[in-house]
């Protein structure tokens, strides 16, 4: 059974940074996709980002340039840099990992103040 922890989520005003990590445990195809969704009280969920294991990377153009994602495939864990973070970055931030089945995490609230 694969699991996925999130953490790094918090309060922050417009202008500041947050780094979000997901750790993966458990059987785990090597050659996968990982990624960061978000999904703002009254909106679907969005891709913000996502990774692959060869670590080729996209990002929705709303984040381009403010977000990084990085990934340590050892520990099978994602990162999320986001600076120059807005209001409108608020939402329920989920990792997602996509090999031979698709596993997220349970979310972990960003909240961008002005």
């Known amino acids: 059974q694969v699991q996925l922890v999130e953490s790094g989520g918090g309060l922050v005003q417009a202008g500041g940074s947050l780094r979000l990590s997901c750790a993966a445990s458990g059987s785990i195809f090597p050659v996968n996709v990982m990624g960061w969704y978000r999904q703002a009280p009254g909106k679907q969920r969005e891709l913000v980002a996502f990774?692959?294991?060869?670590?080729?990377?996209n990002y929705a153009s709303s984040v381009k340039g403010r977000f990084t994602i990085s990934r340590d495939n050892a520990k099978n864990t994602v990162y999320l840099q986001m600076n120059s973070l807005k209001p409108e970055d608020t939402a329920v931030y989920y990792c997602?990992?996509?090999?031979?089945?698709?596993?997220w995490g349970q979310g972990t609230q960003v909240t961008v103040s002005s």
């Open positions: 990774i692959t294991s060869s670590g080729s990377t």
């Open positions: 997602k990992l996509s090999e031979v089945a698709a596993y």
